[in-house]
């Protein structure tokens, strides 16, 4: 095992999305500072600095507790690590980053990498790599603040969880009752669009087999949502190329009832539809800022 540097206080360790700084006692995940009490941190600290080794109980002990401090101590350290979990969305059943051996202690499950501040100008930052990996566990952006014509999640407000998932659900379901309508009606459609376009061969094959495409993606993020499904961030935007062309090909839709509520609403109808992509996109990245925040 590769040790990390001795002189933590002039570093940041990094995993996953996470950031801890020992100099000023802060965790951070992409870049948001997380609320951890000063015990967690510190168990924390002794085993980012010890990564893929088992940390015993004892030493944790006298960490955290001078040798004349009276408190139950199996208890007070279950606490605390249960605290530290909670910090990192961890879990004791199914780790990703703290995993509790029965008796033993605890170990650090996931890549460590300690950076080192720099000690004068044009001096490289020392980084030490802990060999451990733990799959599907996303590598952190050493540039969480670049450039980006999308929406960051540093520039969005923090929004309680369960209000993301009804307005997101509530966009599934829309997506959902336009791709079921249109496949029901599909002789009233063709109708309207050789009324209105002359020659919809063409327009009937694309509408058909967008619906067909998009029919199940909602299906998953629907059933994503009911069943709090962890990661749906990340799925989502893994998807985004993908429903971003169906949902603006699908944002025309409006115009299909036209000659009902008139070219006026249809055309508000789809500016809305347009941007609705981007708003499906934005709510979760509030999720995770609220996740994140430890806030709510």
């Known amino acids: 095992m590769?040790?990390?540097l001795q002189n933590h206080e002039n570093g940041i360790f990094r995993f996953g999305a996470y950031e801890a700084d020992p100099g000023?006692?802060?965790?951070?995940?992409?870049g948001v500072r997380l609320r951890v009490q000063e015990q967690p941190f510190q168990v924390l600290l002794v085993l980012l600095g010890r990564p893929s080794a088992v940390?015993?109980?004892?030493?944790l002990r006298q960490k955290l507790w001078?040798?004349?401090?009276?408190?139950?101590?199996?208890?007070?350290?279950?606490?605390?690590?249960?605290?530290?979990?909670?910090a990192?969305?961890?879990?004791?059943?199914?780790?990703?980053?703290?995993?509790?051996?029965?008796?033993r202690g605890y170990r650090f499950l996931a890549p460590v990498e300690f950076v080192q501040n720099?000690?004068?100008?044009?001096?490289?930052?020392?980084?030490?790599?802990?060999?451990?990996?733990?799959?599907?566990?996303?590598?952190?952006?050493?540039?969480p603040s670049t450039v980006s014509v999308l929406t960051r999640a540093e520039d969005v407000p923090a929004v309680r969880p369960r209000y993301v998932r009804v307005l997101?659900?509530?966009?599934?379901?829309?997506?959902?009752?336009?791709?079921?309508?249109?496949?029901?009606?599909?002789?009233?459609v063709h109708e309207l669009l050789e009324r209105t376009l002359g020659y919809p061969a063409w327009v009937m094959t694309l509408l058909v087999v967008s619906a067909v495409v998009a029919l199940p993606i909602r299906?998953?993020?629907?059933?994503?949502?009911?069943f709090e499904l962890s990661g749906l961030s990340n799925k989502f935007h893994r998807l985004f190329p993908v429903t971003f062309p169906l949902d603006q090909l699908w944002a025309l839709s409006p115009f299909l009832l036209a000659p009902q509520i008139g070219v006026g609403l249809a055309l508000a109808a789809t500016a809305a539809l347009i941007y609705a992509p981007f708003a499906q996109r934005t709510l979760l990245l509030m999720g995770d800022r609220s996740q994140a925040a430890g806030s709510l």
Do not use: C
Request: proline share 7%; charged share 20%; net charge neutral.
């Open 2 to 4: 590769v040790s990390m």
């Open 24 to 30: 000023s006692g802060e965790l951070r995940k992409s």
């Open 55 to 59: 940390v015993t109980r004892e030493e």
């Open 66 to 86: 001078p040798a004349d401090t009276f408190v139950d101590f199996d208890h007070s350290l279950n606490t605390v690590v249960n605290k530290l979990r909670e």
């Open 88 to 103: 990192l969305s961890d879990s004791a059943a199914n780790p990703r980053f703290i995993e509790t051996l029965a008796r």
């Open 118 to 143: 720099q000690a004068a100008p044009g001096l490289p930052p020392a980084i030490v790599v802990a060999p451990t990996k733990i799959a599907g566990e996303p590598a952190f952006s050493r540039t």
């Open 168 to 188: 997101f659900l509530l966009i599934q379901l829309m997506y959902l009752s336009f791709y079921i309508a249109a496949l029901a009606r599909l002789t009233r």
């Open 219 to 226: 299906l998953y993020l629907t059933s994503a949502v009911v």
